[in-house]
């Protein structure tokens, strides 16, 4: 079975501040993806990763993927509140890629 | 072009009801996918399809089943609803290039209570 733990799944941070979120994952996948939901509303896509090694950035945000680690993380420069949301990480496994399985989110507030 | 469209948005249903989620996408992708979100919790996948005709088994697929007859549309069924049940529904697309799955497009949420 899949497994994928993000942490932390509460994050409070203050404006201006880095952070970094993580998302591990249990099994063979070059694929991860990276979502952000609002309150109440849908998820939008923020990141597609496809390969070792490959490095995202939009605007604060940047991610990465290290599949020989099976690890993801979504690093947050200088944060505005304007980043507050919950993100997700999901997994598309290799074998069976319409299983997907997605992170339990992480809640990020940001403080001014 | 409206992307992924959920039909209804908000839903009441008495225990023993049994109801029908319509997902419809204009995208013309191959894959699509019924998620169900509790509060304080991740997306947890019901059941997908590869393709027209076809349909799996994800996570959490008891008490509910679909259908896909058509490529655009993916039906999620409720036979006997249950509190349980009580959740957000959300219906994704995706395409495939080469043989790899790309990203998830998500419709806007079906509210489904079960009292």
């Known amino acids: 079975e899949l497994k994928v733990e993000q942490n932390p799944l509460f994050l409070s941070m203050q404006e201006g501040k880095n952070y970094t979120i993580y998302c591990n994952y249990s099994?063979?996948?070059?694929?991860l993806y990276w979502y952000r939901q609002d309150p109440g509303k849908s998820l939008e896509s923020l990141f597609v990763?496809?390969?070792?090694?490959a490095v995202k950035q939009e605007g604060r945000l940047m991610a990465s993927l290290d599949t020989k680690a099976r690890l993801s993380t979504l690093h947050i420069t200088a944060a505005v509140h304007d980043l507050s949301a919950t993100y997700f990480c999901?997994?598309?496994?290799?074998?069976?890629?319409?299983?997907?399985?997605f992170g339990d989110g992480t809640t990020l507030t940001v403080k001014p | 072009n409206a992307g992924v469209t959920q039909t209804p948005k908000f839903r009441v249903l008495k225990t023993g009801q049994s109801m029908t989620l319509l997902c419809a996408q204009d995208m013309n992708h191959e894959y699509m996918y019924w998620y169900r979100q509790d509060p304080g919790m991740g997306l947890r996948l019901i059941h997908y399809?590869?393709?027209?005709?076809?349909?799996a088994k994800g996570e959490v697929p008891d008490g509910y089943n679909v259908s896909r007859l058509k490529k655009q549309n993916f039906l999620l069924g409720l036979e006997s609803a249950a509190p349980s049940q009580t959740s957000v529904y959300f219906c994704?697309?995706?395409?495939?290039?080469?043989?790899?799955?790309?990203?998830?497009?998500f419709g806007q949420g079906t509210r489904l209570t079960v009292v």
């Open positions: 399809s590869v393709g027209e005709g076809t349909t």
């Open positions: 990763l496809l390969s070792n090694g």
């Open positions: 994704a697309s995706s395409y495939v290039t080469g043989d790899m799955n790309t990203e998830a497009f």
């Open positions: 099994t063979t996948s070059d694929r």
């Open positions: 999901a997994v598309f496994p290799n074998t069976n890629a319409g299983k997907s399985t």
